[in-house]
Every structure is written in structure tokens, then in C-alpha cells.
């Protein structure tokens, strides 16, 4: 079992920046955990990728945060991180972490609680 938490959520103008973290349980290299990226869902929206990002470091961004936000991630401490920079009102959502682990040939997927962005005009 792997547990999911997010933090470094909140309100934050237009133009400004926001930095979340996301801390899986399972410890060290041997974790298994491959992929860890950020999701997030507005009010009556389906959730939606916002960014991923490999144990080998390739990324993968929605075409609407290319540019403005970076992930990125510590393999050691199975953190990954989501430094948002250029927010817009847009962005407004709750951010959920996602982890993709293999573990004795199977796949298994992971979700935190979510942390709220608010992005105010």
C-alpha cells in the first residue's frame, strides 16, 4: 500500500505562483513507484492532466500549463513536485497526485486527497 499526500495549496493572484508537493509513503528505490504527476478538477469539470513525470525524469504537459508550470521530482524520497509560475483564474481547481507503481509484475494506481488552487482575478 502507498500513501498520497499533497500540500502547498491556496489563494494566489493572477500572475502569481504556487509550489505543491506530494509525498508517496513507500520508501527508497526499491518503492517501485514509476510514474508521479498532478491532475486537477474544476467545479463541474471532468479531472484532467496537468503534468507527469517518469522516475527517469521524462515530463509530459497539458498543452494550457506548458510553459508556466514545471514538475519535477526526488526518486530518493518519492516526492514530486509542481512549481506553478504565470497562474490565471483558469487554473482554479483541486490538484490531486497521482502515482503509478509496479510491484511483483502488477500495476497499481494511487491517489491523494487533493489540495485546493485558488487563483483569484
Known amino acids: 500500500q502507498v500513501q498520497v499526500v499533497e500540500s502547498g495549496g491556496g489563494l494566489v493572484q493572477a500572475g502569481g505562483s504556487l509550489r505543491l508537493s506530494c509525498a508517496a509513503s513507500a520508501s527508497g528505490y526499491s518503492s517501485g513507484i514509476s510514474s508521479m504527476g498532478w491532475y486537477r478538477q474544476a467545479p463541474g469539470k471532468q479531472r484532467e492532466l496537468v503534468a507527469t513525470?517518469?522516475?527517469?525524469?521524462?515530463?509530459n504537459y497539458a498543452d494550457s500549463v506548458k510553459g508556466r508550470f514545471t514538475i519535477s521530482r526526488d526518486n530518493a524520497k518519492n516526492t514530486a513536485f509542481l512549481q506553478m509560475n504565470s497562474l490565471k483564474p483558469e487554473d482554479t481547481g483541486i490538484y490531486y497526485c497521482n502515482v503509478q507503481r509496479r510491484w511483483f509484475g502488477k500495476d497499481y494506481e494511487y491517489w491523494g486527497q487533493g489540495t485546493q488552487v485558488t487563483v483569484s482575478s
Open positions: 513525470i517518469t522516475n527517469r525524469g521524462s515530463t
